[in-house]
Nanobody, 123 residues
């Protein structure tokens, strides 16, 4: 069982930055890959970025490559999503998720979810 709590969302102007945090708790966290997803009103939940809990490559959606960076602090059991050069189309509820094994690109690959944090980018 893994518990996830996101924080760091808010309102920002286009071109600005935000950093989201996902605090994880539970056993055997090093067996899990972590993902960030987002869901805008009327749209499906989409993959944003993913990272293995231990070593391995990160993955990004094409729409955020070069602007967003996913990272982890194993000592704090926390995963971050640094979001730069934000655009109005980045507005969504952002969710942290965990799954055993490698990073998955679909929301149904993940077993555990946080409650979500709202990110709103004004133009």
């Amino acid at each position: 069982q893994v518990q996830l709590v996101e924080s760091g969302g808010g309102l920002v102007q286009a071109g600005g930055s935000l950093r989201l945090s996902c605090a994880a708790s539970g056993r055997f966290l090093n067996r899990y890959s972590m993902g960030w997803f987002r869901q805008a009103p009327g749209k499906e939940r989409e993959f944003v970025a993913g990272i293995p809990w231990t070593s391995g490559n990160t993955d990004y959606a094409d729409s955020v490559k070069g602007r967003f960076t996913i990272s982890r602090d194993n000592a704090k059991n926390t995963v971050y999503l640094q979001m730069n050069s934000l655009k109005p189309e980045d507005t969504a509820v952002y969710y942290c998720a965990a799954r055993q094994g490698v990073v998955g690109l679909r929301f149904n690959n993940y077993s555990y979810w946080g409650q979500g944090t709202q990110v709103t980018v004004s133009s």
